[in-house]
């Protein structure tokens, strides 16, 4: 499992921006690319996010990983589009007797949609670079997002690592004794597993409600105290988010 | 000219679930981006309601037990654990990931389970790429609501006929996997089909998904089962208390 925000250098000056505000800054432009009805705003975000990865100095690899994914939705996508949709055909193909039509408005559709794709997931992905987790979810409790949700998602965060490490620990001793050998005892070794991790989880539910309790827990967590914003960080976010309107209305 | 045209409604699936089926594939997962704007809001207005009556058992629930807002959290973090785990799926030849909602649904209920797979859905899509913020809406209606529902009722069901808990567990992991992947047929074609009618798409996104999602919900409802029955052989008091069963079954 890679968290991959882990991976990258943590002090840069995207990092040092309050994260409501970068928060802002992502959901408005998420909606203008999901908004937006052709080519030139997506392509011109996912370049601006590009820029300011490098700029971060995101490890090559973590980049990859983190995109190759939406790559290739955003190519099955066209490709969905190219022989599914449309009307004016481009090109045929005879595959086993069988014509093949891609279609050139269909494949205009697809390529909206692929950038698209890729401009979201580059505003997201800056986000998740620069934002250190527990500061994302202080960002959250600003925008009034329930309590009990954040205090979930602060349990859950915290004990990931914890159970990913014993998930490790016993997958590597089924594996030893050919748990996976074959996928009938595969599926058992994974069921195990997993039952194995739900019985931990509960184990060490109670044990941290009796930790926090005897540390003054009676139901609810303290939430971090936001600093007032900076004028310098609302005054640029207001002009960025104007600016990249401009190209949005273009 | 009919034959030339059932050889391609069959071949064209063909080739995309080649496609939808190579690689670590989430395919559960929305990806960022993909819905337009009204049908990423239209799926958020359809998930809000179900996540804030979560939020309303969820207080309910750690009003009279300290412990359960921990529970629910690390039940979140195994979710999102079990989501990320490779399982190999033998037609496709690659390995696949299972939900985990149906057993988050079975243990503690769907209303609790929705918000569990929001919570894991939410660091998915901000850490691993996996969903996205824009589809988080669409991803939360069909892995936490359809997926917690499919598996509750049916394991809920199986039981209230005296059918074995395995075969139970069984039944729900597979219905919570394959009601999820309808779902995200529905999301998908609605979403992408732009000016073309929406029944056709939905039906080549379904056939594609099929050379995956058909033998992981197998999987995914042996893994239920197998993790149905270890908590029921090792610690039937866990079940006891997230009243999955009763005292009585356990004597028996």
């Known amino acids: 499992m890679q968290i991959l925000s882990e991976y990258f250098k943590k002090d840069h000056f995207l990092s040092r921006i309050d994260a409501r505000v970068k928060l802002l800054i992502a959901l408005a432009l998420l909606v203008m690319v999901l908004s937006y009805h052709g080519f030139v705003f997506p392509v011109a975000t996912a370049i601006i996010c590009l820029f300011l990865c490098m700029a971060i100095k995101v490890p090559l690899r973590v980049f990859i990983l983190r995109f190759s994914e939406p790559l290739f939705i955003a190519a099955i996508v066209v490709l969905l589009k190219l022989f599914f949709s449309g009307q004016d055909a481009l090109f045929s193909l005879n595959i086993f007797g069988a014509e093949i039509v891609g279609h050139r408005d269909g494949f205009r559709e697809g390529l909206l949609i692929g950038t698209r794709i890729i401009g979201a997931v580059s505003v997201i992905a800056v986000l998740g670079f620069s934002t250190p987790f527990t500061e994302f979810m202080a960002g959250l409790s600003w925008f009034r997002v329930p309590k009990g949700f954040i205090e979930i998602l602060m349990f859950a965060y915290r004990y990931i690592f914890v159970l990913f490490e014993d998930a490790q620990v016993i997958y590597q001793a089924q594996k030893n004794r050919l748990g996976y050998s074959t996928v009938r005892r595969g599926l058992s070794s994974f069921g195990t597993l997993a039952g194995t991790l739900t019985i931990k989880a509960f184990d060490h539910s109670q044990s941290t409600t009796v930790a926090m309790v005897q540390r003054g827990y009676e139901g609810d967590m303290p939430m971090l105290k936001h600093k007032p914003f900076k004028a310098t960080e609302v005054t640029f976010s207001v002009l960025f988010v104007i600016a990249m309107g401009v190209v949005w209305k273009m | ?252």
Request: glycine letters at 10%; aromatic letters at 10%.
């Open chain 2, 1 to 252: 000219m009919k034959n030339d045209n059932s050889k391609k409604l069959l071949l064209l699936p063909m080739l995309l679930g080649i496609f939808l089926s190579a690689g670590n594939a989430h395919a559960m997962h929305i990806s960022e981006g993909i819905l337009p704007f009204n049908w990423a809001a239209v799926w958020f207005v359809v998930a809000v309601p179900f996540v804030g009556y979560g939020l309303y058992r969820l207080k309910k629930m750690s009003e009279t037990d300290l412990s359960f807002k921990p529970l629910v959290g690390l039940m979140a973090a195994v979710v999102f654990i079990i989501s990320c785990m490779p399982i190999p799926v033998p037609t496709a030849g690659t390995c696949s990931h299972p939900c985990g909602t149906g057993i988050s649904g079975i243990l503690l209920g769907p209303a609790i389970s929705i918000l569990v797979s929001a919570v894991a859905l939410l660091i998915q899509a901000l850490f691993l790429a996996h969903g996205g913020l824009s589809t988080w809406g669409a991803d939360i209606v069909s892995m936490g609501i359809v997926g917690s529902f499919a598996g509750y009722f049916t394991f809920k069901a199986l039981r209230s006929m005296n059918v074995n808990m395995a075969v139970s567990g069984f039944m729900a992991g597979l219905f919570a996997d394959w009601a999820t992947y309808i779902t995200t047929s529905v999301e998908l074609a609605s979403g992408i089909r732009g000016d073309s009618p929406f029944m056709p798409l939905f039906w080549k996104i379904l056939i594609a998904f099929i050379p995956t999602q058909l033998p992981l919900g197998i999987l995914e409802g042996a893994m239920t089962a197998g993790m149905v029955v270890l908590l029921y052989k090792k610690r039937p008091d866990l079940l006891i208390k997230m009243r999955v069963i009763k005292t009585e079954e356990v004597a028996l």
